[in-house]
């Protein structure tokens, strides 16, 4: 899959993802990055690329000029219209789900804003997707689009060792992953599930769907409207939610240990 990454920061993309699995996956050549630097479009000789906003306010916006541009070089190479990504707090919240979509693709445009945000005329002429990363506001576009390259690769095949990994896991089905432990099996007198010990494959599988059931239901219930369950693990989750009632949550055991830290 290849990524293009629109950007007044290169290097801070390049750094980010030349390093680690992503790393490793583009030197194999499953993935491509290729970062386009706006400035480099900026049509004049001091490489500016922002100007005051029209009506006034605080800061700078990117002008649309330099950024389609940029744009109009990544399509012409390409030789058709690509799926482009603007980051912005005002687009729809990233998810599991639409990492997926977007791993369909074969390549992907990722556009990183500074400043006040880009002229709103040429995103009406270029953007397919406004995407959010959360509701918080970062600096650039940059670790957006690095959040959003880092989770769409682990999801293109042969990026991760075990092919298998990238189903069993957090938000696969809308449950959470199981507890995973390794060596030793008694650590500071906490042992391991005996059922891991056991050797029985069937027996791990059915624990580890069951604490998945579990664990969903008692730190993020909302995910399990979604959740495709059989009606025998519906009825588990029916006496789950009862037990759960009484049982302590990360938060109080995140409180705990945060005393003890401030040595409470
Ligand atoms: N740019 C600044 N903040 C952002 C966010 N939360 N998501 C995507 N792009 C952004």
């Known amino acids: 899959m290849k990524f293009h990454v ?25 993935l491509s990055l290729d970062t386009v630097n706006i400035r480099d479009f900026a049509g004049n000789k001091h490489g500016k690329v922002d100007d005051y906003p029209y009506g006034g306010g605080a800061g700078m916006v990117m002008q649309a000029e330099p950024v389609y541009a940029a744009h109009q070089y990544v399509t ?17 919240t990233f998810h599991q789900e639409m990492a997926e979509e977007f791993a369909k693709e074969e390549e992907l445009v990722l556009l990183c804003g500074h400043y006040e ?39 293109v095949e042969g990026v991760l060792n075990n092919e298998t990994s990238a189903e069993f896991e957090s938000f696969h089905d809308s449950l959470l992953e ?35 059931i579990r664990r969903t239901a008692k730190w993020r ?12 693990e519906k009825e588990l989750l029916k006496k789950e939610k009862e037990s759960l009632k009484g049982e302590e949550k990360w938060d109080s055991i995140g409180e705990k240990n945060l005393k003890n830290w401030l040595r409470m």
């Open 76 to 92: 012409a190479r390409a030789g058709r219209p690509l799926r482009t990504v603007y980051l912005t707090p005002q687009g729809r």
């Open 117 to 155: 945000g880009i002229d709103e005329r040429v995103l009406e002429e270029i953007v397919t997707d406004f995407v959010s990363i959360g509701d918080y506001v970062l600096t650039g576009g940059e670790l957006p689009a690095m959040v959003m390259i880092d989770t769409i690769s682990r999801l």
């Open 6 to 30: 629109l950007t007044l920061f290169p290097e801070m993309i390049e750094n980010g993802l030349r390093t680690s699995i992503t790393g490793r996956a583009l030197e194999k050549g499953l």
């Open 221 to 232: 219930p909302d995910l399990l409207e979604k959740a495709d369950l059989t009606d025998k």
């Open 178 to 212: 199981y507890p995973q432990y390794s060596r030793p099996e008694v650590w500071r007198g906490k042992a391991v599930p005996p059922v891991l010990l056991s050797g029985h494959h069937g027996n791990v599988e059915k624990w580890r769907r069951e604490q998945s």
